[in-house]
């Protein structure tokens, strides 16, 4: 099947009964009455997920204590897990590990890299995500390399000509705009740079082939698309081929051949799991085990498929409501989520959570509308358009209720 763009709601509805992903809505513990466009950001619970935190928390930890990390094999699982998600991104085995944030991987990553590189010089775009750029940043200061920051679309120019190490989204974080992995690394590599991709907003929702692309440093979140809850732990990837010539500037106890051998002095694993720094996070891993399982016998493809009929579908119904849109139109240049402009975006915001429509802000006048497809219907997109019109309409944000700003916003 294919997804099409539908022109009223019944063609939604048709779509909707038609959706070979439909089943898939199943997996999820999502609460009644709302719609939740805000997958990009924390995607929601799947049974899976909740089954597999109780388990290791209500039994294995509960009753097994200690020997758990034996008896359920938590020992293993920043690898057994992260070999899930090297599916997701066309890794082969043994090059995902589970560890950390994106931004302590990115750090780990960017360090390591430099080895790689032509030069020392580390680069990132204005406007990648605020943590990529403090993170390298403070890593350049560190080490004494230089530092570049540089216009958005401009990174891949520098990387070429510097041969540095650049730190680059396959999807932004604001605009949803997707990067072409396989031409970038060809024009770093030829300039003799690096790239260390954050996938944070791609993977689960795009078709990634890391290995095709000639992709060799990566990590990303998998508290969105993913669906791992919380908190969950983020994975890097390393091409295996680099992995014995890589190390990590933070070599911790979990990253040593032999952890429990308790040596003084560092000897760093021969595989991947020298880029681990401490204990993994037994419960976040758990569930995010469980979330995994959605995935199983689902072609990423079809997910991306869908994530742009969904989001033609808003820009489409958005036409015409005052709100500019920052992502790209064409849905091949776009991932998972459409972002919009408008002076009082918080506050409309904030009318849409009242109605029920989640959807999310990013300072200064952001709106952004996740369209994450393993749950998402076309008609409940459609019904919350139809509620952002009439708030547009009636200026229904314009409430002093909705310009009191929480923490996370
Ligand atoms: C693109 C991107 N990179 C990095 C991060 C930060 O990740 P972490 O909090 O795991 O360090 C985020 C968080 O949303 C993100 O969207």
């Not at 880029?275 to 079809?302: K, Q, R, Y």
């Amino acid at each position: 099947m294919s997804y099409t763009l539908p022109d009223s709601r019944h063609a939604a509805e048709t779509l909707d009964e038609h959706d070979i992903l439909g089943h898939a809505h199943d997996f999820f513990d999502l609460p009644n009455g709302k719609v939740y466009l805000v997958g990009h950001s924390l995607g929601p619970a799947t049974h899976n997920a909740l089954d597999a935190l109780e388990m290791a928390g209500g039994r294995s930890w509960r009753n097994e204590l200690v020997k758990a990390w034996n008896s359920a094999s938590w020992f293993d699982l920043p690898q057994t897990v992260g070999n899930k998600i090297a599916r997701l991104i066309g890794a082969n085995e043994g090059e995902v590990l589970i560890a950390d944030s994106v931004s302590l991987n990115l750090y780990k990553l960017a360090s390591a890299a430099r080895t790689l590189a032509r030069t020392s010089t580390l680069i990132v775009e204005e406007d990648e995500f605020p943590t990529d750029q403090y993170i390298i940043e403070a890593l350049a200061a560190l080490a004494g390399a230089d530092f570049v920051r540089v216009a958005p679309g401009e990174g891949l120019n520098t990387v070429e000509a510097t041969g540095g190490v650049l730190v680059l989204s396959a999807v932004n974080y604001r605009s949803a705009e997707i990067r072409d992995i396989a031409d970038a690394e060809r024009r770093a590599q030829a300039g003799g740079g690096v790239i260390v991709w954050d996938l944070s907003h791609a993977t689960g929702v795009i078709a990634l082939d890391m290995k095709a692309s000639g992709a060799r440093l990566a990590t990303g979140c998998t508290y969105k698309y993913l669906n791992g809850g919380p908190g969950a732990p983020a994975f890097l990837y390393i091409d295996q081929s680099l992995t014995a010539r890589l190390s990590t500037p933070l070599p911790g106890w979990m990253g040593h051949a032999r952890p429990f051998a308790f040596e003084p002095s560092y000897d760093p694993a021969n595989n991947i799991r020298r880029f681990a720094s401490g204990t993994p996070p037994i419960l976040s891993l758990a569930a995010l085990s469980g979330a995994l399982e959605v995935f199983e016998g689902i072609d990423i493809g079809l997910v991306q498929a869908k994530a742009r009929a969904l989001g033609d579908l808003v820009i489409e119904r958005v036409k015409g409501m005052g709100l500019e849109v920052t992502s790209p139109e064409d849905a091949a240049c776009r991932g998972g989520h459409v972002s919009f402009t408008h002076p009082h975006g918080y506050e409309v915001v904030q009318a849409l959570i009242n109605r029920g429509v989640l959807a999310d802000f990013r300072a200064p006048e952001t709106i952004r509308f996740g369209v994450s497809p393993l749950y998402l219907r076309f008609t409940e997109v459609w019904d919350a358009m139809d509620d952002l019109k009439d708030i547009l309409d009636h200026d229904a944000w314009d409430d002093p209720a909705y310009r009191q700003r929480d923490t996370v916003t």
